[in-house]
């Protein structure tokens, strides 16, 4: 069984910093691409895309959205099996719950995911 587990949400300033953490086991993290999406109030039927990165530990890949790039940074620990985002200068509009997804190809797309965690909420206050 597949487990994505997400941690790190939580309530910050504008201008502030959180870092998320997804942890799997090292059969996915090392076979498959790991993604970050975000589900904004009152947006249920969208995942809109926040970064991704590949499984391939030389030549690494990651893509990241344009609302967030240079903001947000996507990076893997392979001692922990754990890919993170960090948030930096964060703004209301970030306030979401966050998701991280499994699949084995890197993509933008929500619904080109296999697996998916619970979700961790991150509130960015004015």
């Known amino acids: 069984q597949v487990r994505l587990v997400e941690?790190?949400?939580?309530?910050?300033?504008?201008g502030g910093s959180l870092r998320l953490s997804c942890a799997t086991s090292g059969h996915i993290f090392n076979r498959y691409a790991m993604?970050?999406?975000?589900?904004?109030?009152?947006?249920?039927?969208?995942?809109e895309f926040v970064a991704a990165i590949t499984w391939r530990w030389s030549n690494s890949s990651t893509a990241?959205?344009?609302?967030v790039k240079g903001r947000f940074t996507i990076f893997r620990d392979k001692f922990k099996n754990t890919v993170y985002l960090q948030m930096n200068s964060?703004?209301?509009e970030d306030t979401a719950v966050y998701y991280c997804a499994a699949d084995p190809v890197l993509h933008r797309a929500y619904s080109e995911y296999d697996y998916w965690g619970q979700g961790t909420q991150v509130t960015v206050s004015s």
């Open 7 to 14: 941690s790190g949400g939580g309530m910050v300033q504008a």
């Open 35 to 47: 993604g970050w999406f975000r589900q904004a109030p009152g947006k249920e039927r969208e995942r």
């Open 64 to 67: 990241y959205a344009d609302s």
């Open 90 to 92: 964060l703004k209301p």
